[in-house]
C-alpha cells in the first residue's frame, strides 16, 4: 500500500488479511497432501504462473472434468479436440493478435511492471476506472511504484497475452490463448457431421496459455491452464425459436441483472422464462446458454448459494457480444469471482474467419438461404 492511497477501513484490512492467511494455508494444504505442487518446475527453481498436479489433484480435476463433459454431453453438445497452436493468421482474424493484452505501467525509477487494472482494483478496492481514463485517475490520486513510492512513467503500455513459438523453420504461431477460436474453425466439418442441420453444439477441454505479466492467486490465474469451452452453432432466427429451452424455462436461477445491479439490489432467484420475459435475454436459445452453464457449475459440485449470475451493464460488454452474462462464484479468498462467460458472439468469429481465411463459411438448409450462423458461447477455467 502506498503512502498516498486512502486507507482502507480497518475490518477490510482484517478481511484481506484474513483472504490472505487462508490462501496462504489453503496452497500449503494443496502442497503437503498431493494436489498441486509448484510453480513447477520446483528444482529449478519454479517458473511463475505453472503447476504440477499431483497424484491427488488429477483424481481431483478428472472427477471436475468428467462432470462438465456428463453435462455438456446429457445436453446434446459433442465433445472435440483440436490443435493448441495455429499459425499467426489465426489469432490476426480472431482479433487476439492486435487486441489481447494487459495494461502495464512502468516504475520511472525501480522499472518495475504493473498491471494497471489490478494495481488500481487493489488500492481502490470496488472503483471502476474506464481503460481510457487510467493515466489521469492515477496523475490525480497521486498513485506511486508499490515498490518504491516514484513516480510512474506518463504512459499505458499494452502487453500482449500472447504466448508465441515458431513452427517448423519460420512459421510464426502462438500458443492458444483460448480453446474457443480453434473449436470455431472445422465448421464446415461439423456442418456435414451434423447433417447440414443447425442448430448444433460442440464443446473442448483443453490446455490454454497467457502470457500473464506477473500471476498470481496460485492456480486462479495461471500462464498454462485448462479451459472448457461450449459453443452452439444456430442461425439467427432459431434464437428465438429454441426447443431445449421449453425443457428448462420453469428452472429457478439467481439472476443479478444490471438493472438490480445499478440499483445496489441483491440477485432475485426467478425462473429462466420470467428473466426472459422481463427483457434480461433476447432470447430462448440465449437463455438457454445460460441455464446451461449454471448447471454445469452445480453438476460439478459448486455449492448453489455460492453461485449468481450477473449480467455485464451495455457499456461493458465486448464489442462482439450481443448479450453477455458470468457466473460469479463467492470464493472464501477473493470474494466474489468471475468464473464463467456466456457471450452471443453473433455472427462476428466466423464472419471473421471467413474473410481471413478466404474460405465462405456461411451455409444454407431448406428454410435458410446462405447465412454466416451465430456462435452462443459458454467459457470457463477447470482449474
Ligand atoms: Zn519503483
Redesign the pocket.
Known amino acids: 500500500m502506498t503512502p498516498t492511497a486512502p486507507p482502507a477501513p480497518a475490518n477490510a484490512q482484517q478481511a484481506a488479511k484474513a483472504a490472505a492467511e487462508f490462501l496462504q494455508e489453503l496452497s500449503s494444504f494443496a502442497q503437503q497432501k498431493g494436489f498441486i505442487w509448484g510453480p513447477a518446475p520446483e528444482i529449478y527453481g519454479g517458473l511463475s504462473g505453472f503447476y504440477d498436479y499431483g497424484p491427488l489433484g488429477k483424481l481431483l480435476k478428472n472427477n471436475v472434468e468428467r462432470a462438465i463433459r456428463d453435462t455438456f454431453q446429457v445436453n446434446d453438445f459433442w465433445e472435440v479436440e483440436c490443435p493448441t497452436v495455429m499459425q499467426a493468421k489465426v489469432w490476426e482474424a480472431s482479433g487476439h493478435l492486435g487486441g489481447f493484452s494487459d495494461p502495464l505501467i512502468v516504475?520511472?525509477?525501480?522499472?518495475?511492471n504493473f498491471r494497471v487494472d489490478r494495481l488500481l482494483e487493489e488500492l481502490f478496492p470496488g472503483k471502476f476506472v474506464k481503460p481510457e481514463n487510467y493515466l489521469a485517475f492515477i496523475e490525480e490520486n497521486g498513485v506511486?511504484?508499490?515498490?518504491?513510492?516514484?513516480a510512474?512513467n506518463k504512459e499505458i503500455k499494452k502487453h500482449s497475452l500472447m504466448l508465441r513459438t515458431t513452427v517448423g523453420i519460420d512459421i510464426e504461431a502462438y500458443n492458444r490463448p483460448e480453446t474457443a477460436t480453434t473449436t470455431y474453425l472445422p465448421f464446415p466439418r461439423y456442418f456435414e457431421f451434423f447433417r447440414k442441420k443447425l442448430p448444433f453444439g460442440v464443446f473442448q477441454i483443453g490446455k490454454a496459455y497467457r502470457n500473464e505479466i506477473s500471476p498470481r492467486q496460485f492456480v486462479l490465474r495461471m500462464r498454462e491452464f485448462t479451459q472448457a469451452e461450449a459453443q452452439l452453432f444456430i442461425f439467427g432466427d432459431q434464437k428465438s425459436a429454441f426447443t431445449p429451452y421449453e425443457r428448462i424455462k420453469d428452472d429457478t436461477l439467481p439472476f443479478w441483472s444490471w438493472k438490480l445491479q445499478e440499483g445496489q439490489l441483491p440477485p432475485a432467484a426467478m425462473t429462466v422464462s420470467d428473466a426472459l420475459a422481463n427483457g434480461n435475454f433476447k432470447n430462448k436459445a440465449y437463455a438457454y446458454t445460460v441455464w446451461l452453464a449454471y448447471t454445469v457449475f452445480t453438476n460439478a459440485g459448486v455449492p448453489a448459494d455460492r453461485i449468481r449470475l450477473r449480467q455485464h451493464a451495455p457499456d461493458e460488454k465486448a464489442f462482439y457480444a450481443d448479450d453477455a452474462w458470468d457466473i460469479e462464484v463467492k470464493l472464501n479468498t477473493f470474494g466474489w469471482t468471475e468464473m464463467c462467460g456466456v457471450h452471443d458472439r453473433t455472427t462476428y468469429d466466423l464472419t471473421q474467419h471467413s474473410k481471413f481465411s478466404g474460405k465462405d463459411l456461411s451455409v444454407s438448409d431448406e428454410t435458410h438461404k446462405k447465412e454466416i450462423p451465430h456462435i452462443l458461447e459458454i467459457a470457463f477455467g477447470v482449474d
Open positions: 516504475c520511472s525509477k525501480c522499472k518495475a506511486t511504484c508499490p515498490s518504491c513510492q516514484s510512474f
